[in-house]
């Protein structure tokens, strides 16, 4: 009788805890986001319209935009992943498939992405021979 009730003591506190690891991560996800797009936006106007340097501040502000995209897409995986722990229905595992499918391709993309902008702004900031 006392170890069902611990039992069932402990499940809800897994599930609480759970749930507020599901929320921490979504906020940190919003936030990195939320952070990323203002820094690229100082870049963007810093550079681009003080500087006078638009397509350079341009190349930069998506760089760094596509890190913390990047970053919050990771976080955002780890959310579906553990919605997912507390389910034990099939629809929802095919689900969370698709969701981190998605999400994995939007991330190499970005990674993709990142890695090209890395290499054309060094070769605009190269000296010329």
Known sequence: MIIEV???????IVRILNNLMISFCQLLSLMIIFFGVVRALIIYVGDGLFRGKAITAFQESRLSMSYSFSLGLSFLIGASILKTTASSQWEDFAQLTAIITVRT?????????????????????????
């Not at 611990?6 to 809800?12: E, M, P, T, V």
């Open 6 to 12: 611990w039992s069932q003591d402990i499940a809800n």
């Open 105 to 129: 391709v939007l991330n190499l993309l970005l990674e993709r992405a990142i890695k090209q902008g890395k290499t054309s702004i060094e070769k605009e900031a190269a000296p010329p021979i």
